[in-house]
């Protein structure tokens, strides 16, 4: 159950979660 492809895909969702938090941060 530990394919590397789905760990890569999660660990890019969260990058894209982080960034949109750092914009919102920014933007304040």
Same mark, same amino acid.
């Given at each position: 159950?530990?394919?590397?492809? #789905? @760990? #890569?895909? !999660? /660990?890019? +969702? @969260? /990058? &894209?979660?982080? &960034? %949109? !938090?750092? &914009? +919102? @941060?920014? %933007?304040?």
């Amino acid at each position: 159950m530990n394919e590397p492809n #789905t @760990v #890569t895909y !999660d /660990l890019s +969702e @969260v /990058l &894209k979660e982080l &960034k %949109q !938090d750092i &914009k +919102e @941060v920014n %933007q304040n």
